[in-house]
């Protein structure tokens, strides 16, 4: 049954529906469209019904939690609804719809229930602020996604690095997730301010020095699983980036430890004449992202090897 207060909110894209209800039905791929999405995944699936795990924002505040989803592709609809959430939301669910216009164009349109925690106007009125600032954004990203999807493939950049540690995931760990203290470990860092108002989820603004003296400052949401992984979205990201999303994952083996750092990278083609010159490319965008941004995580990952083997040193008898 849906809940007492429903919203709706919609947008015509001139795309075919299979494009759009392709784009939904992967949520993995949401932190790159939606900039609310922090991390989503698939955690159960069977048939047209799943279960996925979210994190985002809403009102400048990050969310998390799990949701049951239905997809009816020839209906063109998805159908969710949130199996336990956090406060102020006592419960929601909703739609989303994709009607066809023409061959190339949809309306979409996106529906939501909910209730809040003792039904308080103050709550009532905190969910619809954060519905409708998320959905006009999730809206208006899915258009631009839509409708330039034969360019992302250009655009987007996936790439790693990795380094064997003689010591155990969990010092390794530490060294990742205690990034308040970046600024006394990492030459390239020349700034910290970290909050973890909820256990795992961190808020992290960094300034970084480049290679070619010049500095920047990142805004990132961080949600972390002892010992193993951190997931990671810049919420401000350089110039160069449009979205930077990421992850730190941890691989113990008998002692010693893989430790990889994932990036994945949207280049924005407008800022690339002021970056890098008039005469660059996007080809030549992505070699930068992944020379600085490789240069940056493959220094992090020796420091906490360093810290990580030191602390296995430090115990020998």
């Known amino acids: ?102 061959d190339d164009e949809v309306r979409v349109r996106l529906l939501h229930d909910f209730r809040a925690v003792g039904d308080s106007a103050e709550n009532i009125a905190w969910i619809e602020q954060a519905i409708d600032r998320n959905s006009d954004a999730e ?31 969990e010092a390794v760990y530490d060294f990742i997730n205690e990034a308040d203290r970046w600024q006394e470990r990492l030459p390239h860092v020349t700034g910290v301010d970290l909050t973890e108002e909820v256990p795992g989820v961190q808020m992290l603004t960094m300034e970084t020095r480049t290679a070619d003296g010049n500095s920047h400052t990142t805004t990132s949401v961080r949600v972390c699983r002892p010992s193993s992984q951190i997931l990671y979205k810049q919420l401000k990201t350089p110039a160069l980036m449009a979205v930077h999303t990421g992850e730190w994952r941890l691989e113990e083996d008998q002692g010693s ?21 008039p005469q660059a490319t996007v080809g030549d965008a992505r070699t930068y992202l992944r020379d600085a941004l490789g240069r940056n995580s493959t220094a992090t990952l020796r420091h906490a090897k360093a810290y990580a083997e030191a602390s296995v040193t430090s115990r020998l008898p």
């Open 1 to 102: 049954m849906p809940y007492p207060h429903e919203t709706e909110h919609q947008i015509r894209v001139r795309a075919d529906a299979d494009t759009v209800f392709g784009l939904l039905a992967d949520v993995s791929r949401w932190p790159l469209i939606f900039p609310p999405t922090v991390h989503a995944e698939q955690i159960e699936r069977e048939g047209d019904t799943e279960r996925i795990r979210i994190w985002a924002t809403a009102n400048d505040k990050v969310k998390g939690w799990i949701s049951r989803r239905t997809l009816d592709r020839s209906g063109l609809r998805i159908r969710f609804r949130q199996e336990a959430s956090q406060a102020p939301v006592a419960g929601m669910g909703g739609t989303w719809l994709i009607e066809p216009v023409t």
């Open 139 to 169: 809206l208006a990203a899915l258009k631009r996604a839509a409708e330039s999807a034969g360019e992302a493939h250009e655009l987007e950049l996936s790439f790693s690095d990795a380094v064997r540690i003689a010591g155990p995931a």
């Open 257 to 277: 430890t893989l430790a990889t750092s994932f990036h994945t990278v949207v280049v924005k083609p407008e800022a690339i004449a002021d970056i890098l010159g």
